[in-house]
Every structure is written in structure tokens, then in C-alpha cells.
């Protein structure tokens, strides 16, 4: 088995993270900015300085933007900060560890919310969108939500950095992030483009309660399934973490299984480790070739979400399939 946490960007990202003094920089967005977010236009006459993240995906960009001096609350933490934020996130209060109430977010007194997930903005979490718009509070989700088009998930993923660089006057920090994941993105195209055949490729999120959730169509292991030369095992699904039977699984007989470490949640199941002996302990996945050939990749079971560590996954990926014969 192939175990990979790969930190190809962490040097470049705690360099850019680091970089120049963020108040000098964000002076010069002060002037009055519009942009759209998943169908809301956000105006803001001076830069925000009261920032509140709804999940660590976009807690992560921030801090991956050097914007961490910006954030008065963070909350939803699934696993450990990547260690190249963790000195800036550990000055950013944590609102809820878990997900963040109306209530929270209210007295926190915000003047922007993001999320990198639409399925924050309900109302029995912090409300939705137009309830908070009511209030006068802009809220910003990911691109990723709402795609248009051929754009790829990296492609609005990278969408994100370029409007949040507008929104807080570091456009050229967001540029440099932009360009040096999309070298990643590139490189594992290249390699992909040496893939033997076009491998089948299961990405196994979670085992909650015995039962497997996987990534569907249309998501980023889909999108990392492609750039690495191969196809999700199941792409043809239109949903992006579907529930399905270890029996369905063992019908898709997929030539790889990317594994999902969730170990730090804490839930039955959410390790790696767990997952990988259900697979070998179930009377007819085990008979996989996959399983008994042990072509298994265990990755970070938040980097198959898109965001900043999303590139470290496809590295990760990348690594495996070479290591098991998939590319060249």
C-alpha cells in the first residue's frame, strides 16, 4: 500500500503565507470592490477586517493568503491545520470546533462569512444567504458550488484564491498561489498523459455505521481521477459523496482504491486503517484484485475536498499510481 501525505507545495505556501506586511498590501485594496458569488453580487467599499470561516477548507485559503490577521472566527476543524498555517490558525479564535449556530456567527459581528460549502448557508446552521444579506452581512462560497461550463474544479477552485485576492487587495499573493498549483495540476497532466489503459479508480471518503460513501461525478477526485490518466469508479453518479453497498463496489471492480484517512474526526470507520480492513475482511471485496494485489493509495481524507491541499492529493496520487505500475 501506498501511503502518501505529499507536502509538495508546503514550502511555497508557507513562503507566500508569510510574505510582506498584509496590512501595507491590503491599503491597496480599499478602493470599492464587486464580485459574484454563486449567484450574489458581494460589494464591499473598504477591504473586510472582521472575517468568520464557516469550515477549514476556507479557513485554509485564508491562511494560505496570508490572511489570517483578517479572521475573528473560525469553526468546523475536521483534522489538525496543515502545519504551514498552524503558527497563524492558533491566533485565530475558534468560535466552534464543530458547525458554527445563527447565534455564534451573529455575535461575532462579522463583516464577511465564507464557506467552501453552499450546505453551510441553511437555516439551521448559520442561516442562509438571504437571511444574512438581510442583515447586511456578505457571505462567500466557493466557486466549486456553482459551476459553469467546461471549468474544471480546479479551474473554480483557483477562482476562489483569484476573487478573495480581489476582495482583500492581495492580488498578487493570489496570483502566486494560483500559479504554483497550477504547475501541480500541469505536472500530474503530464504524467497522466503515460497511464497505461485508463485505470478505474474508487475513492473511498468514509465507512460511517459499515456503510461507504465515494466520490460521484463531477467532483475533484473525479477531475484527479482524469489528470492522472484514469477514470472515477464512479463518475457516472451525479452526486458528489454518494452512499452505495460494498456489494456495489465489488460490481465496479475498480483497478485502484484511494483510501481517505479521517482518522483525527473520530468516528467508527474513519481511519484509513479501518477502511482498508473492511475492504480485506469482507468475503467478496477481498477477492479484488485490487485488495489482494494491494493497489491502494491512502491520502488525507480532507484533501479530496477542493482546497489549498487539494494539489498535495494529486501528488499523492500521482506518486502511487507510478509506484504501482498504473503510469510511467
Known sequence: ?????????????????GCADPHREAEAGDAAVTVSSCGQELAFETTPERVVTLDQTSTETMLALGLGDRL???SNLKTKVA???????????????????????????????????AAQYTPDRVG??????????????????CPEGEASP??????????????????DRATALIEEQQA?????????????????????????????????????????????GGVNAFNDVAEDWPEVSWERIAERDPDVIVVGDLSER????????????????????????????????EVLGTGMDPSVRAVETLEAVVAGMRELGHVG
Not at 458554527?100 to 464557506?115: C, F, K, S, Y
Open 266 to 297: 473520530g468516528a467508527p470507520g474513519d481511519s484509513a486503517a479501518e477502511k482498508i480492513e473492511q475492504l480485506r475482511a469482507h468475503p467478496v471485496l477481498s477477492q479484488l484484485a485490487a485488495v489482494k494485489n494491494d493497489q491502494i493509495i
Open 184 to 228: 501541480v495540476v500541469d505536472s500530474a497532466a503530464a504524467v497522466g498523459e503515460q497511464a497505461t489503459g485508463e485505470p478505474s479508480i474508487l475513492w473511498l471518503y468514509s465507512s460511517f455505521n459499515g456503510i461507504p460513501y465515494v466520490a460521484g461525478g463531477g467532483t475533484m477526485p473525479s477531475e484527479m481521477s482524469r489528470l492522472v
Open 83 to 117: 502545519p504551514e498555517y498552524q503558527e497563524a490558525y492558533a491566533k485565530v479564535p475558534v468560535l466552534n470546533p464543530k458547525l458554527l449556530t445563527g447565534e455564534q456567527l451573529r455575535a461575532a459581528a462579522p463583516d464577511l462569512v465564507i464557506a467552501s460549502f
Open 128 to 145: 442562509t444567504r438571504e437571511e444574512l444579506a438581510e442583515i447586511g452581512l456578505p457571505s462567500y462560497v466557493s466557486a466549486v458550488e
Open 72 to 74: 475573528i472566527g473560525t
Open 1 to 17: 500500500m501506498r501511503k502518501l501525505r505529499a507536502g509538495v507545495v508546503a514550502l511555497g505556501l508557507l513562503a507566500l503565507a
Open 154 to 171: 480546479f479551474d473554480l477552485l483557483f477562482t476562489d484564491f483569484k476573487v478573495l485576492g480581489e476582495v482583500f487587495g492581495v492580488q
